[in-house]
């Protein structure tokens, strides 16, 4: 059975789409990826997306996110539209109101950790870069990471590493936060702590987190979790 799309209050949605289509592939092995998706973020809360490998589940996050053009449907973050936008308002939007979080933490090792955190607020360049700074060692104060600023990321643990991605994720202060198995490549002891500072620092801040996990005990932690079979949302 399809599932109902919520109906939310416009002011408290994040970001929303209806009727996403997606292929991927040529000829013979193109396939279906998403099927007619509608789903809707709400703000200051955690939805988990679920299902099997190959449901579509981080395909949507990249529609989302403004990674990947749907082939059908509608998009809009802050109640714009975004289906149409030209890949620089698509590029704009993104810096300023998508912060992503993905299993591999990419971050550029030969930099610090603080310069890390301050790569989203250069390429958005709306602070002084006083206020970057001072934003970066805020950030990484919150995830436990304060005395850690100055060292190469190449140094840090992969729990540590990972502490570091959701800070920069945080760094523009976000609309919402995608986050694509942000806990796939770590132990239990970490997969919960990063769990927890993602969700709490989004909450406290009013952000959406939209997050794709395999991990049945973090989605029974999220506020909302949606269940994808087959590129569609299903009861």
Known sequence: MIA??????????ALRCENLHRQLGAGEARVQVLRGVSFAAERGRVCAVVGPSGCG???????LGLLDRPDEGQIWIEGEPMSGADDERRTATRARHIGFVFQFHFLLLEFTTLEN???PMRKLAHLTPAA?????????????????????????????QQRVAIARA?????????????????????STLVFELLTSLARQHGQAVVMVTHNPDLAARCDVTRTMRDGQFVS
């Open 170 to 190: 945080l760094a523009n202060e976000p609309t919402a936060i995608l986050a694509d198995e942000p806990t796939g490549n770590l132990d239990a002891k970490n």
């Open 132 to 160: 970057m700074v001072a934003r970066a060692r805020e950030l990484l104060a919150a995830v436990g990471l304060a005395d850690k600023a100055g060292r190469l990321a190449a140094q840090l643990s992969g729990g540590e």
């Open 57 to 63: 589940k981080s395909t949507l996050l990249y529609s």
């Open 4 to 13: 109902p799309v919520p109906i939310l209050p416009a002011e408290r949605l």
């Open 117 to 119: 955190v301050m790569l």
